[in-house]
């Protein structure tokens, strides 16, 4: 976990189901995905951009995203299925869409990290996918979030802002 925000959002959402927070042992996996080797059951993801930290916690692999929105420099269009780039195109807030689009491609990255994935280009995230589904947020300023999670294990995604500020619950 690199930043100070991440683990204490981390430890919020565990709770009480991972113990004394000070005896908290987070290792990463061979592809560089944080996980609890003390609490097998126990699976999570974080991520953070700008002034915001997201983690979603499950019993079955999931996968988080936020990214504040900011002109991009490249094309991420190449990264993503036909059916993606033909429903980008027809979008009246083309940014927006983007990053919607980007946001579930990386929640789906690393909730199947270790598994046999496709490439970017070769799965469309427009909708759900057999046994996961995706939930969009909007978050307060030019930002977008999305979590992957497994249907049969729905989750509560929660935020906190990096630098100061109170509490903010999804």
């Known amino acids: 976990v690199h930043s100070l925000g ?20 987070i290792l ?3 592809e560089g995905k944080p996980y609890l080797p003390d609490y097998p059951g126990i699976h999570f993801s974080l991520s953070h951009s700008g002034r915001y930290v997201l983690c979603a916690v499950g019993s079955l692999p999931v996968g988080a995203d936020v990214q504040e929105r ?9 990264w993503f299925h036909p059916a993606e780039q033909e429903w980008l195109a027809a979008q009246s807030d083309r940014e927006a869409a983007l990053y919607r689009l980007w946001t ?8 199947v990290s270790g598994e046999r994935m496709l490439s970017l280009g070769e799965a469309d995230v427009l909708h759900d ?17 999305a979590v992957m999670e497994h249907v049969a294990h ?14 903010s619950h999804l």
Do not use: H, N
Not at 7 to 18: E, F, H, K, R, S
């Open 154 to 167: 729905a989750m509560t995604p929660r935020s906190i802002p990096k630098k100061g500020g109170a509490w």
């Open 28 to 30: 990463e996996s061979e």
């Open 70 to 78: 900011r002109p991009l420099r490249v094309d991420l269009t190449r």
């Open 104 to 111: 579930r491609k990386e929640a789906w990255v690393k909730t």
């Open 129 to 145: 996918l057999p046994g996961l589904r995706f939930r969009d947020f909007e978050l307060p300023g030019d930002y977008a979030a």
């Open 6 to 25: 991440a683990a204490a959002l981390l430890v919020c959402a565990l709770g009480d189901a991972a113990g004394d927070p000070r005896q908290l042992r």
